[in-house]
């Protein structure tokens, strides 16, 4: 197979493998619902929690990761290099925030950021979890807490990897999250 046509294949495989919506049906197997229209709304883990308890959360947390660490074991496996691990990263977060089979309605992507960065530089997210602890800490609010401590995955990986490619990947994952969070951020900033 030409690298194009094996550049394509993992593109769609993982946009398709990050469309597997884990809350839609975790929740609609726990409750018959669809989950768009609970809660929040949002299609992710802690409106599967508020919907479908701890283990609606924690289901959709191990579907969620599990999705992003396959997809990107399949293009490891399949093409490798730095790359094509971001590109791959970067087609499953926007499989996870515009499921075609959802209407392209989805999540907003910290599990796929998260399991991205644990599987580029797993050291990141014990730095990520030290600087958590201590942000809440110090400041009382988890999600502003939250994005603090996501803001040094990037920065923790150029250090740690060497690598501009990884660090700029995981930077537009991590500024994608914000994106989508927008809302979120400023009330927590606020409150």
């Known amino acids: 197979m030409s690298q194009s046509l094996m550049l394509i294949a993992v593109m769609l495989l993982s946009y ?3 469309s597997i919506a ?12 669809d989950i768009r229209k ?3 709304g949002n299609v992710g883990a802690t409106n599967a929690g508020r919907v479908a308890g701890k283990k609606g959360f924690f289901m959709t947390l191990l579907i969620d990761a599990g999705k992003v660490i396959l997809a990107l074991s399949l293009t490891s496996t399949l093409i490798g290099g730095e790359g094509y691990l971001i590109l791959s990263s970067i087609m499953v977060m926007l499989g996870h925030l515009y499921p075609i089979q959802l209407g392209f309605h989805g999540g907003k992507g910290i599990v796929v950021y998260l399991a991205s960065a ?3 530089c797993p ?6 979890a030290i600087i958590m602890a201590l942000s809440y ?11 603090i401590s996501m803001g040094s995955i990037p920065i923790t990986a150029y250090v740690i990897e060497g690598s501009f490619i990884v660090a700029a990947g995981l930077g537009a994952l991590f500024v994608t999250v914000l994106m989508f969070h927008n809302r979120s951020f400023h009330h927590s900033a606020e409150t």
């Open 16 to 18: 398709g493998m990050g």
């Open 22 to 33: 884990g809350a839609f049906y975790v929740v609609k197997i726990f409750t018959g619902k």
């Open 38 to 40: 609970m809660g929040s």
């Open 118 to 120: 644990l599987f580029l």
């Open 123 to 128: 050291v990141s997210i014990g730095v990520f």
């Open 137 to 147: 800490i110090s400041i009382r609010k988890y999600s502003l807490a939250g994005f």
